[in-house]
């Protein structure tokens, strides 16, 4: 009986110092709990995808590849859900909506395209010596003659890789040392320039239209594809494409790309990452698969492309150029100088910063989407409106919590205040769960999340009724309040279990069964419950026993909310009359 009695002071004391230790943490640490995109507003975007005849499981698959991509830029809880043939993303707190929702979409479709012919936008009027199309007009650049790959890269000190070298009248590696070479003339075949490198997309798009009807003339074979529709289609890669390079800094376009049918397809990466050469420029390093559909295919185009002479990878004097294209734009066009790579040393580089080159290398590591994605609504959520409800929110749970209160006080006096006192245990440790699993592991509070608390208030309040009831039942049939409180526990308890059992099983399914709000809802609701049948076990059995086993108790059991024992009056003798 004594070794019992240690027990359940045991488990008193062992509540209060957690419950303790919980305050101290929520006080002491910066911590606080990451609020969802209804409370602290944000970024939501319906994404639609180009073709209206997508199946749904490249829906399902385009939904879990933007879920990982957001989780890569440090987006904590974000919504992504299917709503019939759309993608609902929602994404609380973002600062940079821009940069977030051109991750989320990016196609992010890598292809290794040889170079036939590169047609660079003037950044000045350039009289047209050729009288055609009465506007300005340059030659095609050299295919071989503009950047440059190799083992040792640049200099003998740069790391082995696919890297992009100097301007055609720069330098071109070919081995472990940097020798000055020029840029060869051409024929002098006309081709469009515009006047200002920065272009908006309809003159991007012309200007790719009319290089493809210029080489399309010249060559008398069919014109090759420009269109983002046509570039989409499965086809597209057994042909040849006409795509500009974009600077990544600025959005200015650079260049124009006659680009030959796929060598090497982006599912022949492993992996990818961001990160800053010997020079100090950030680049993007991907990683090939093993085997034949991994490194073995991009070192039998580098093959092809180092050689010169190979039709599908032509060079002019000299080795030819592997154009590395990402959604229909060149990242860099260098020249491959050896013939053969390793699958982890290859480095892509060109004009990016920290944030382009990182966002590239984050769509290519969590892979393709397999469906083009359009915006089709996008608008952010503001944190006026979020902080509204959160203020709604914390006044309907202090309003609950004053209500129940005045009603577990009128009804059990004493108890009632333990009851109270549960309550708070109970709000400690979960406030001090919602600052760190807010702040560490990325999970956010929103206003469902709140719903949930809230309605675990009745579930914990409920228990303690659930024993009380049992307690005062017990005293009415005739046992002291010291015999009856282990008896109602044992009672109470199974109907405990069975209730909050109940409770958990339902959130369990809604959590794992819904989508959206709703999970936040039964999330919340169902970590209510498990501290609900931790504080009911652990304190609130041993200080009901504390509290009722005073002398007050036993003199004024009313103010405990509990009924007088009963006295049972006895007789020795009977009279019998006649």
């Not at 990452?273 to 093993?290: H, L, M, R």
């Not at 990878?313 to 592997?322: D, E, I, K, S, V």
């Not at 503001?382 to 009804?411: E, N």
Request: contains cysteine; neutral net charge.
């Amino acid at each position: 009986m004594a070794s019992r009695k240690r027990r359940r002071s045991n488990t008193l004391i062992f509540i209060l110092i957690a419950a303790v230790v919980c305050l101290l943490y929520s006080v002491l640490s910066n911590d606080r709990p990451f609020l969802g995109l209804d409370l602290q507003g944000g970024v939501s975007v319906v994404l639609q995808p180009q073709d209206p005849s997508v199946s749904k499981d490249s829906l399902d698959q385009a939904k879990q590849i933007i879920n990982r991509r957001i989780n890569g830029l440090g987006v904590a809880e974000a919504n992504v859900t299917l709503q019939g043939s759309t993608i609902l993303v929602e994404i609380p707190g973002v600062k940079d909506r821009d940069r977030a929702l051109k991750v989320i979409g990016q196609t992010a479709q890598l292809q290794f395209r040889p170079v036939l012919a590169e047609y660079p936008v003037s950044t000045a009027n350039t009289t047209d010596t050729t009288g055609t199309d009465g506007g300005t007009s340059i030659p095609p650049v050299d295919p071989s003659q503009s950047t440059s790959t190799s083992q040792q890269g640049l200099a003998p000190s740069r790391e082995s890789g696919l890297v992009e070298g100097e301007s055609a009248a720069g330098l071109q590696t070919t081995g472990p040392t940097a020798t000055p070479t020029t840029a060869a003339p051409t024929a002098p075949t006309a081709a469009p320039t515009a006047s200002t490198s920065t272009l908006d997309p309809a003159a991007q798009a012309a200007l790719q239209q009319q290089v493809q009807s210029q080489i399309a003339a010249q060559s008398g074979t069919p014109p090759p594809l420009t269109s983002d529709e046509d570039l989409a289609k499965p086809d597209s890669k057994n042909q040849v494409v006409v795509v500009p390079e974009v600077d990544r800094k600025t959005g200015d376009t650079t260049a124009i790309f006659k680009l030959g049918p796929v060598l090497v397809e982006g599912t022949a990466l492993d992996t990818a990452s961001a990160s800053i050469d010997d020079t100090g420029k950030w680049q993007v390093n991907p990683v090939f698969k093993d085997g034949k559909d991994g490194i073995d295919a991009f070192n039998a185009a580098a093959a092809k492309c180092n050689a010169g002479s190979d039709p599908t990878c032509p060079g002019t004097a000299g080795p030819g150029r592997l154009a590395v294209v990402l959604d229909n734009e060149v990242l860099t066009a260098p020249t491959i100088n050896s013939a053969n790579f390793q699958r982890d040393s290859i480095k892509i580089s060109g004009s990016f910063d920290e944030k382009s080159a990182k966002d590239v290398a984050l769509a290519l590591k969590y892979g393709a989407l397999p469906v083009v994605l359009v915006a089709q609504q996008s608008q952010i959520v503001s944190a006026t409106l979020g902080q509204d409800a959160l203020h709604a929110g914390l006044v309907a749970g202090a309003v609950g919590f004053v209500l129940v209160g005045i009603y577990m006080i009128a009804f059990y006096r004493l108890l009632g205040v333990l009851a109270m006192l549960k309550l708070l245990i109970e709000a400690s440790i979960l406030w001090a769960l919602l600052c760190y699993m807010g702040a560490h592991i990325g999970l956010a509070l929103t206003l469902a999340g709140i719903t949930g608390i809230i309605v675990s208030i009745g579930v914990s309040l409920d228990s303690n009724v659930v024993y009380y009831e049992h307690l005062k039942e017990d005293v009415r049939a005739g046992r002291t309040v010291r015999a009856a409180i282990d008896q109602s526990f044992a009672s109470a308890w199974s109907t405990i279990l069975a209730a909050d059992g109940a409770s958990i099983i339902g959130a369990a399914l809604l959590y794992f069964l819904t989508i959206g709000a709703v999970r936040g809802f039964a999330l919340f609701l169902g970590l209510s419950t498990l501290l609900d049948l931790a504080t009911s076990y652990c304190y609130m059995r041993p200080v009901v026993r504390w509290a009722t086993s005073s002398q007050r108790c036993m003199g004024h059991p009313h103010q405990f909310g509990l009924p007088a024992t009963p006295v049972v009056a006895t007789s020795t003798s009977a009279k019998v009359s006649v």
